[in-house]
């Protein structure tokens, strides 16, 4: 039963332009989301989250959004760059801190 | 702020054969996770510790696997026998505390091959 899905396995996207990656949960407890980034041969790096008290959280050209009646969310990269390229892990939890990960979306920027 | 330390980067046992990991959290770090990540997957929680007492070992395959915490620092995980179904990449994080807001912070893991 995977309750943290990724649906996109990869991602092409041009320099400049927005990249939206999405994630679908099924357990309505979760209360907590996170996305980390992930290089190859690297732990993953903690990117941004979100509670679910809010619907949308910003952090430079990284913003999260929660759409909790559908389940949802999704990260927002504007202006992509070629330095966003890598894997994109979406994580959820439910209070203390029992990350459950999605399959991950690999994201490559095009020159 | 050193991150976390983990060793080996790399491993290639035979099945049936015993290994052990390392991990070393951010100083302070009173939380730490072991998370195993098989290809074409998301990290999977094994063991949590809260210091040096275990919070969560559900998803931990306890005929083979076992994880220590050393005085609320370091920790180790070790499988034994290995299966081939044991090949992934093991991940350590540690957080600060166990609240929700507090992000773990992962090492860069060990690959381990079973042959």
């Known amino acids: 039963d995977q309750q943290v899905k990724q649906n996109s396995p990869s991602l092409s996207v041009q320099e400049g332009r927005i990249s939206i990656l999405n994630c679908d949960y099924t357990?309505?407890?979760?209360?907590?989301f996170l996305w980390y980034k992930k290089y190859p041969a690297e732990g993953p790096t903690f990117l941004i989250s979100i509670s679910s008290i809010k619907d949308k959280n910003e952090d430079g050209r990284f913003t999260v959004f929660l759409n909790k009646s559908a389940k949802h969310l999704s990260l927002h990269i504007v202006p992509s760059q070629p330095g966003d390229s890598a894997v994109y892990l979406c994580?959820?939890?439910?209070?203390?801190?029992?990350?459950?990960f999605g399959q991950g979306t690999r994201l490559t920027i095009n020159p | 702020e050193a991150g976390v330390a983990q060793s080996p980067r790399y491993k290639i046992i035979e099945k049936r054969q015993s290994v052990a990991f390392w991990c070393n959290p951010i100083s302070g770090h009173a939380t730490l996770y072991w998370y195993q990540q098989i290809l074409g997957q998301g990290p999977k929680l094994l063991i949590q510790f809260q210091n040096n007492g275990v919070v969560d070992d559900s998803q931990l395959p306890k005929d083979r696997f076992s994880a220590e915490r050393l005085k609320g620092v370091d920790s180790t995980l070790k499988i034994q026998p290995a299966k081939l179904e044991d090949s992934a990449v093991y991940l350590c994080?540690?957080?600060?505390?166990?609240?929700?807001?507090?992000?773990?912070?992962f090492g860069d893991g060990t690959r381990l091959s079973i042959l």
């Open positions: 994580a959820a939890s439910e209070g203390a801190q029992k990350l459950v």
């Open positions: 994080a540690s957080s600060p505390g166990a609240r929700s807001n507090q992000p773990q912070h």
């Open positions: 357990n309505s407890m979760f209360d907590y």
